[in-house]
């Protein structure tokens, strides 16, 4: 009876350190003027992410993760497309928490981090969502100029 105890409590251990020790899918996303590095990014449905995102650029930048866009003429108009993307805001439903930067939050949900030059910001959420979708930053003619990229979730 001691050694089923003993034993018991030992797989009980060994569940909570696989359980606390679980994987973490980290990304380092770095803003420039007028893009981000990379371009492309993958992860895991279900699976934490935890995205750094650094801005090495001299201006402001923001960071929005919304369904992909049919061409660049629905994403303008509005608020420089922020109308657009409040309503394909890919975190509708998805806790997110953030450390540094200015988060934004529209309708309950998380809606954009904005990083001053020089600083970084980590967002942590779990995809649960799959498809493609698009980040971007919609401050005045970035988009435009091209800063946005793609976000794949398998």
């Known amino acids: 009876?001691?050694?089923a105890i003993i034993l018991v409590g030992a797989l009980v251990l060994?569940?909570?350190a696989v359980a606390w020790a679980a994987p973490v899918q980290k990304?380092?996303?770095t803003m420039?003027?007028?893009g981000y590095t990379p371009a492309k990014v993958?992860?895991?449905s279900g699976v934490p992410a935890e995205l750094t995102i650094v801005n090495n650029g001299k201006l402001t930048h923001e960071f929005m993760l919304y369904?992909?866009?049919k061409d660049m003429a629905s994403m303008m108009g509005g608020d420089m497309g922020h109308e657009w993307v409040e309503k394909a805001n890919y975190f509708k439903g998805v806790p997110v928490?953030?450390?540094g930067g200015k988060v934004k939050q529209k309708a309950g949900a998380f809606f954009e981090l904005r990083v001053q030059p020089g600083k970084s910001a980590i967002i942590r959420f779990t995809p649960v969502k799959k498809g493609t979708f698009e980040f971007s930053c919609m401050i005045a003619d970035h988009y435009e100029a091209g800063q946005r990229g793609v976000l794949v979730v398998k």
Do not use: I, S
């Open 67 to 69: 369904g992909m866009p």
């Open 42 to 44: 993958t992860l895991q």
């Open 97 to 99: 928490t953030a450390e």
């Open 32 to 34: 420039r003027d007028f």
């Open 27 to 29: 990304v380092t996303l």
């Open 1 to 3: 009876m001691r050694g």
């Open 14 to 16: 060994t569940l909570a």
